[in-house]
């Protein structure tokens, strides 16, 4: 009990994920109608008992949406964000350690690859996968490397310069060991608040590409999507949008929490 | 130092040549060309289709399209849009400053904001002011460029009619998406700023200092020193990010800028504008990791970098 | 340290400084009369004989005068350029009397030479035009008479002669303009001799037009010019939807069309504006179903599909009931539209499950989804995002589950991804419509060898008629013939139709005398009064 006093963040944040996290799972039982069922004779109807949150443009149920639509956008999200960190932490350890020509080497392909329009990227990939989440991710996911790996980076320089680390090296250290056990801890938290950043950019990202129409099951409850058609009946029913809006914004809110909740409290406290 | 200068330049040239030719290949991959999307659309017959297809040099074998367009580059000859047959310099030049605007007084914004509210979150005195940070700058992380800049058009411009709408040109029209975007950025810079600051202030030098009586404001000087080569990166990304990316908020806005017309060339399939953009992104990332990099050094000088 | 954020700070503050001093300055308020309106689509080009889009028409149907015209509301051709016109008993040749006495904005007296000058530009192959070429057909060369009468001749009779020169991609320009300029400036320099006149086009940005006080020669539907006339159009770009009601009501913009469905419902009741729903002639927004691969070939099966829809729910839900529902291959105000076929398929789903019962679908594996042979039915349907058509695809997907059709939806970013789509063959529906205000228009969707023959139709009947139709200039025998082909069509259920295009436009209460072009888009600016 007193860890969690300790740590309020922490207890916070993994119940909010948690929550999320179950009702996504449980969608099926805690849904009150099929997300894809189009009503259109109920449209744009206001929240009631019946539809906890209103209907859409084509009668379907928003609060079933925004339930399933927890499964569509983690998963999408957790898949881009992997297809991020796991290369950016590797590209941004080796240049920021490295040094020297591989530094170059890397981040030119990286400076190369953020010249890069995602736009382009997503199109291409579009096109020879077909439409779909999964393409989208791979898209946005590739495309938020090179961010990352700047950050790491630029990180690993700073934890490199600490004068035990030189001493470590002079004395013939290897770079393994020297890499798990000083420079690793020491870039670990922004590592984890910028992987905060990363994971609400997949999502967002993601999103703003269906927006621009780059496709992707159109009918799937997803809640960038959601947002994104809520726009054009916002006017007439407002709950559209605000209810997914409601639940990106908690559950980024509760994943940055998460990474904030890993620093050390203030030495001033 | 001459021959870092000489060794940047070709790091940004090198770049630059290999973004271009990865979007020469993705381009080329992906369906349909500029005819497409312009005559045959139109109900052409075929023969003047392939016509025009002979006429822009697009039944060329791609290794010579390549080569062409890398020479023209090298001459200083950035092509024409294959649509309406404008050079690809003019282009750029018309909508660079419009761009260029937008995302500078973004990012002035986004800095500004987002440092204050990164220092507010991990050094806030009240625990309020603390969480009341960390909150907004979630916020600003959490809600999709296109929400925001619908409902911040709806809000301020038909409701409280402080602002005018979309559409406009001058400084008016450029508050409103200015501070959407600059609002968005903030939130990642903020992040970083504040998790990057604790991770300081948790270093042991900061005892030491304090235990040897050291002035605060020199222990806050010197752990924001520390605290901000992370946040220096995280702004020089969004900067480049700002310049290339801003897409969404020009549509929105309606106005003029180098996002609207990649997305255009991109539907078009315009090759030589959608090129010619991507080398000035690259370039211009190359600019600014430069400037990034300087910074780094004058902010910590302990950090060695290549010489 | 802080000291060194501080003057990082300052820099910034300074470079930002300079980039907005560099930021054009506010268009501070006018004197005179002048409008700001949106333009929905940036189309790839803006010259009228080479371009296509039918955005580009809005501004440049005023910058220009056609030969003839199309009455508004008769749908009549009265003179233009043309006094008079002649059409020789073979159908080979039609001669035009011109006007005495018309300039150019830039001072170049008009005459059978200008004509040919533009005749000659249409048809240079290096010109690269479709549209505007194509709106000739047969077209086989031209002679000058005299300074004011000249004659086109034709290899073969063509009826939609006449639309095509009352259209924008055959305005007149000077050849002056046209010789200065090279084929691809010309756009950004357009002379003409109509009402307004080309002030400034930056690309992608704006179009600025003024008036032309020297304008005496318009066709009749114009309306004398008066203190309330407008002195200055501007044009910009709106292409993201929601936001047109909001520029429209926050008063940035004086008149807008496309509105949102939704959006138009609310500015009804909005006293500072005023709604116009302009129906359009051509084809309906619609699918083409594929003929040429399984179950598609089969015409029972496709009928289903067309019994299947309940097009007045997807009407109703998607554009707010403004638009008619479609039951052909043409919309309800195109000349030679047959009202017939409004009868051919309601919506029975009980009679498509029948008829699909009828070709061996039953649900064998009570999954939901009815099969045949071991093989689900699933079809795809591709679509591009314009127009709402993924709401549409959204409901059409909906309902056919309910008689057991399964259906993919695709969504292409873009239209070269469309016809890609188109040319690879790969969908079983595609969605994809024109207008025009010529029912010849069938031809290139529905000859076996149509430019955009999607649904595979070969038809040798049928390419008959439509080619007859466009040879006999006799009013009563072209009727004759497009009730035939569209009731052809729709027998073999060759598209799915769902509703009449209408154009949703919004405009400031400000503004009187709004009066559309016969083709729907293009707005007679020349009438446009602003009241205080």
């Known amino acids: 009990m007193s860890a969690a006093a300790r740590n309020p963040r922490l207890v916070v944040a993994l119940g909010v994920l948690g929550l999320i996290a179950l009702v996504s799972i449980g969608a099926p039982w805690i849904a009150s ?155 670990a938290t922004p590592l984890l608040s910028f992987a905060g950043v990363t994971l609400s950019w997949a999502i967002l990202n993601s999103a703003a590409l269906m927006f621009l129409g780059y496709g992707g099951d159109v009918a799937a409850p997803d809640w960038g999507v959601m947002l994104a058609d809520g726009r054009e009946s916002f006017r007439t029913g407002p709950w559209v949008a605000v209810a997914p809006g409601m639940a990106l914004s908690l559950t980024v809110f509760a994943i940055n929490l998460l990474g904030n909740s890993v620093a050390p409290p203030p030495a001033n406290r | ?220 000087d010197h752990v924001l020193r520390v605290g901000m080569l992370p946040v220096v990166a995280v702004v020089a990304l969004q900067l480049g990010f700002l310049l290339s990316g801003t897409v969404i908020t020009e549509i929105i806005f309606v106005r003029r800028g180098l996002g609207r017309v990649l997305l255009t060339a991109i539907d078009n399939r315009d090759y030589p504008v959608v090129e010619g953009l991507v080398v000035l992104s690259a370039l211009t990332y190359s600019a600014i990791n430069m400037l990034a990099d300087v910074a780094y050094r004058v902010i910590d000088p302990r950090v060695r970098m290549e010489e | 340290m802080l000291g060194t954020l501080l003057m990082l700070f300052c820099l910034m503050l300074g470079v930002v400084a300079v980039l907005l001093l560099r930021t054009d300055a506010d268009d501070s308020g006018d004197n005179g009369n002048r409008i700001v309106y949106g333009l929905t689509l940036e189309p790839s080009g803006f010259d009228p004989h080479r371009h296509i889009s039918s955005e580009l028409g809005i501004p440049l149907f005023s910058v220009y005068d056609t030969l003839v015209y199309r009455h508004p509301q008769t749908m009549e051709f009265v003179p233009g350029l043309a006094e008079r016109w002649e059409m020789a008993p073979d159908g080979l040749s039609w001669t035009f009397y011109l006007k005495q006495g018309v300039t150019f904005h830039d001072g170049t007296p008009f005459d059978a030479q200008a004509v040919g000058a533009n005749l000659d530009r249409v048809m240079n192959p290096g010109i690269g035009s479709a549209k505007a070429r194509g709106l000739l057909g047969p077209f086989a060369g031209y002679e000058i008479v005299d300074p004011f009468t000249i004659r086109l001749n034709l290899s073969e009779p063509y009826a939609p002669l006449l639309d095509g020169l009352s259209q924008v991609y055959l305005g007149i320009a000077s050849p002056t303009a046209l010789a200065r300029y090279s084929n691809n400036t010309y756009q950004w320099h357009q002379v003409g001799t109509g009402p307004y006149r080309v002030e ?182 591709v679509f591009a995002p314009w127009n709402q058509m993924s709401d549409v695809a959204q409901l059409i997907q909906s309902q056919w589950r309910d008689i057991g059709i399964g259906v993919e939806l695709i969504q292409v970013p873009d239209y070269p991804t469309l016809a890609a789509y188109a040319e690879e063959g790969d969908y079983d529906l595609i969605g994809l419509y024109d207008f025009a205000v010529e029912a010849s228009i069938l031809n290139q969707f529905y000859q076996s060898d149509g430019a955009r023959n999607w649904s595979g139709v070969s038809d040798p009947e049928l390419d008959e008629w439509l080619e007859d139709a466009i040879r006999t200039p006799n009013q009563a025998d072209r009727a004759q013939l497009y009730a035939a082909i569209q009731d052809r069509i729709m027998e073999q259920a060759l598209v799915l139709p769902i509703r009449d295009y209408v154009n949703l436009n919004g405009a400031s209460a400000r503004l009187d005398g709004v009066i559309f072009s016969a083709h729907g888009w293009w707005p007679l600016l020349r009438n446009f009064q602003l009241t205080s």
């Open chain 1, 33 to 187: 109608h099929d997300p894809r069922a189009a009503a259109p004779e109920n449209q744009l109807l206001e929240p009631s008992g019946e539809y906890l949150f209103g209907t859409d443009l084509l009668g379907r149920d928003v609060f079933s949406r925004v339930v399933y639509g927890g499964r569509r956008t983690l998963g999408v999200a957790l898949l881009t964000a992997g297809i991020t960190l796991a290369p950016g932490i590797a590209i941004g350890l080796a240049a920021g350690y490295a040094g020297r020509w591989l530094d170059w080497a890397l981040m030119s392909v990286m400076d190369a690859l953020l010249a890069f329009p995602s736009l382009l990227l997503a199109l291409a990939l579009v096109t020879v996968f077909g439409s779909g989440v999964v393409q989208i991710a791979f898209a946005v996911g590739i495309a938020g490397i090179p961010a990352y790996a700047r950050v790491v980076r630029a990180a690993v320089l700073e934890a490199r310069a600490v004068p035990y680390v030189d001493a470590a090296r002079a004395i013939g250290a290897r770079p393994a060991g020297i890499l798990a056990r000083h420079v690793v801890p020491a870039i």
């Open chain 3, 200 to 381: 400034e086009i930056v690309p992608g940005d704006r179009i600025v037009l003024a008036r032309n006080e020297d304008y005496a020669w318009g066709p009749v539907f114009y309306a004398p010019v008066t203190g309330q006339s407008l002195d200055t159009i501007e044009f910009r770009f709106f292409t993201d939807p929601p936001t047109r009601s909001l520029a429209l009501e926050s008063g940035t913009i004086q008149m807008i069309g496309e509105l949102l469905p939704t959006d138009t419902e609310l500015l009804v009741g909005n006293p500072a504006l005023q709604i116009f729903r302009v129906p359009i002639a051509g084809t309906p927004q619609q699918f083409f179903i594929n003929t040429r691969r399984s179950p598609g070939d089969e015409q029972s099966f496709r009928q289903a599909l067309l019994y299947a829809t309940n097009r007045t729910a997807i009407v109703d839900a998607v554009f707010q009931g403004q638009s008619p529902l479609a039951y052909g291959p043409l919309t309800a105000v195109t000349p030679f539209y047959d009202p017939g076929v409004a009868e051919k398929y309601p919506f029975d789903p009980d009679f498509a499950r029948g008829l699909l019962q009828g070709i061996g679908y039953q649900d064998t594996d009570s999954d939901g989804v009815l099969d045949r042979d071991g093989a689900p039915l699933e079809l795809t349907m």
């Open chain 2, 1 to 220: 130092m001459i021959g870092y200068s000489i060794k940047r330049l070709g790091s940004a040239l090198f770049v630059a040549w290999l973004a271009l030719t990865l979007a020469f290949v993705a381009l080329r991959w992906v369906p349909g060309d500029a005819v497409d999307a312009t005559l045959a659309r139109g109900g052409a017959s075929p023969g003047e289709v392939a016509a025009r297809r002979d006429m822009l040099g697009l039944n060329d074998p791609v290794w010579r399209q390549y080569g062409d367009y890398v020479m023209g580059l090298v001459r200083g000859d950035w092509g024409e849009s294959l649509v309406t047959e404008q050079p690809v310099a003019e282009i750029i030049r018309q909508n660079i400053g419009a761009t260029s605007a937008l995302s500078g007084a973004a990012l002035l914004i986004a800095v500004t904001l987002g440092v204050v509210l990164g220092i507010a979150a991990s050094l806030g005195r009240w625990r309020p002011v603390r969480y009341g940070a960390e909150g907004l700058a979630s916020l600003a992380l959490s809600t999709p460029v296109y929400w925001t800049s619908t409902l911040a058009i709806y809000v301020f411009s038909i409701v409280l009619g402080l602002l005018p709408g979309v559409g406009g040109e001058g400084i008016r029209y450029l508050i409103l998406p200015a501070a959407v975007l600059g609002f968005h950025t903030a939130g990642s810079i903020a992040q970083v700023t504040a998790g990057s600051i604790r991770d300081a202030m948790g270093q042991g030098f900061v005892r030491t200092a304090r235990a040897k009586g050291l002035p605060e404001l020199d222990v806050l």
